[in-house]
């Protein structure tokens, strides 16, 4: 289930958060995002208990290991490769990030 770009997507500002956390690891996070979410940082550390930098606590509450912002680069490669030879266009980070977040959630949505 692909999330809708628009005012539902974000009921959940933890996917936007998430989002931003894989546009960095793509290197693909703008100058802008990055000064707000570290503005963002005491917040999120406040809410999740959490004494960190921002994109620490998102490893913490995904769950993700050290290593993966290693393994979504990785992916990000593959699936722009894949895009690109079998649909013939370009990914867009913006996108990938998308996709990415929408599968976490719809995982731990089946968990539940």
């Known amino acids: ?10 009921s ?3 996917v936007r958060i998430l989002e931003l956390y894989i546009l960095k690891a793509v ?9 707000a ?7 999120l550390q406040s809410i999740y208990g959490i004494n960190a930098g921002w994109q ?3 490893e913490e509450v995904m769950e993700f290991p050290r290593e993966a912002p290693d393994e979504i680069r ?7 490769k894949e ?4 649909e013939g266009r370009r990914l867009y980070p913006e996108e990938f990030a ?9 995982g731990a949505e089946e968990e539940e």
Do not use: H, N
């Open 83 to 86: 895009v690109a030879e079998t």
């Open 98 to 106: 998308r996709e990415f977040a929408d599968q976490c959630f719809d």
């Open 1 to 10: 289930m692909e999330r809708e770009i628009g005012e539902d997507r974000y």
């Open 12 to 14: 959940d500002p933890f």
């Open 74 to 80: 990785s992916l990000w490669l593959e699936r722009k």
């Open 37 to 43: 979410m570290k503005q963002l940082t005491p917040e």
């Open 27 to 35: 290197g693909s996070l703008t100058k802008e995002d990055e000064q």
């Open 56 to 58: 620490r606590i998102v």
